[in-house]
């Protein structure tokens, strides 16, 4: 595993380098010149330095970021490892902690890699990684439970269309009140102030257009195909799996639904159709560096069953890879389909 060199360490190097030079000068001048003379000297020398090393700042052009068309985030490991075998020439890099896999997919270059669980290593991990890489577009892929009175099913998939915050706001013993009660945004940005909720942006609406809303199948010969609602053909029973992709709002928490109850209250408050740990975070450090991001998740459980005997976690990853790998073999015919300039949110 190699370690992205940071500026950090490369100026400790040089600062260090510098002590020992000045050390050998004290030495010297300690020998050959009065007080009066050295502290002309050192005079002189410290501004011919500085003059110089300005100079030649100037003239010194920064290294252009390496180029990552788009990145894909899970919380895990087993959220993304099976990506590893998909990469052409691929290496790994140590970045803020978490290791992480580049490599190429047709023509593009694909980084893969999980950022830890929870809103805070997803937001750090992310931070570093765009701060890093000149990186085209986020997705966020894995798992994710669906609320019992919601629509979707385990199995089926959300693509994102509203990422909400679950532990912003005020709480009362009345119940939880919106951040706006604050008067602070979370984020504010071009004239418009997010508090709670951040909207999905151009992105969505271009995979959208290319994977609608409704019934797919994996397999079959085909990597994921739409299918007619009901089977009047028979086609799904040819098939190893079928689910249900939708677009809604998805709740971000910090602790999930530990009992059903919980969860419907939640679902009572937000209306989300999915929770998870870590969308939020990742959709408002893009908004925040001006990034297209995509949420993707797989329904692996129902909000609030706490037994995981009842997870079907390979089930969900599945699924979730399929409307992926549609999107990569998309973007793997050129020109690449990614909203380079669009923001994290609608114009």
């Not at 439970?145 to 005020?170: H, R, Y």
């Not at 699924?319 to 793997?332: E, K, P, Y």
Request: charged share 20%; net charge positive.
């Amino acid at each position: 595993m190699q370690t992205f060199p940071t500026q950090k360490s490369s100026a400790i190097v040089a600062t260090r380098r510098w002590f020992d030079n000045r050390a050998r000068i004290h030495r010297w001048t300690d020998a050959n010149c009065d007080p009066i003379k050295l502290t002309h000297l050192w005079g002189f020398a410290s501004f011919w330095l500085c003059k110089t090393r300005l100079q030649q700042s100037k003239g010194r052009s920064v290294r252009p970021a390496e180029r990552i068309d788009i990145a894909v985030l899970g919380a895990v490991p087993k959220e993304v490892q099976k990506l590893d075998t998909l990469l052409a020439n691929s290496r790994v890099y140590e970045i803020a902690g978490s290791a992480f896999r580049i490599g190429k997919w047709h023509d593009h270059t694909v980084l893969a890699g999980a950022t830890g669980i929870g809103k805070v290593n997803a937001a750090i991990s992310t931070a570093a990684l765009l701060a890093s890489y000149d990186i085209g577009q986020v997705w966020n892929i894995g798992c994710a439970g669906c609320f019992e009175q919601g629509e979707l099913k385990v199995g089926d998939v959300l693509i994102t269309d509203a990422f909400l915050c679950g532990d912003e706001g005020v709480l009362s013993a009345q119940g939880v009140q919106s951040a706006r009660q604050i008067g602070i945004p979370l984020v504010a940005k071009e004239e418009r102030r997010y508090f709670d909720a951040f909207p999905a942006g151009p992105l969505v609406a271009q995979v959208k257009e290319r994977l609608p809303a409704g019934c797919y199948g994996v397999g079959g010969g085909a990597p994921l195909m739409p299918l007619p609602m009901p089977d009047s053909a028979g086609l799904h029973a040819q098939l190893d799996a079928t689910f249900q992709l939708a677009y809604g709002p998805s709740l971000s928490v910090g602790m999930v639904s530990g009992d059903p109850e919980v969860a419907r209250q939640r679902y009572g408050r937000y209306r989300a159709l999915a929770e998870n740990m870590e969308g939020s975070a990742i959709a408002q450090t893009c908004l925040r560096f001006g990034k297209p991001f995509v949420e993707c998740r797989g329904m692996s459980n129902t909000v609030g069953d706490r037994n995981k005997r009842r997870w079907q976690l390979e089930k969900a990853i599945a699924h979730c890879h399929a409307v992926l790998l549609n999107w990569l073999s998309a973007a793997a015919q050129p020109p690449l389909a990614i909203a380079e300039s669009a923001s994290n949110h609608p114009d």
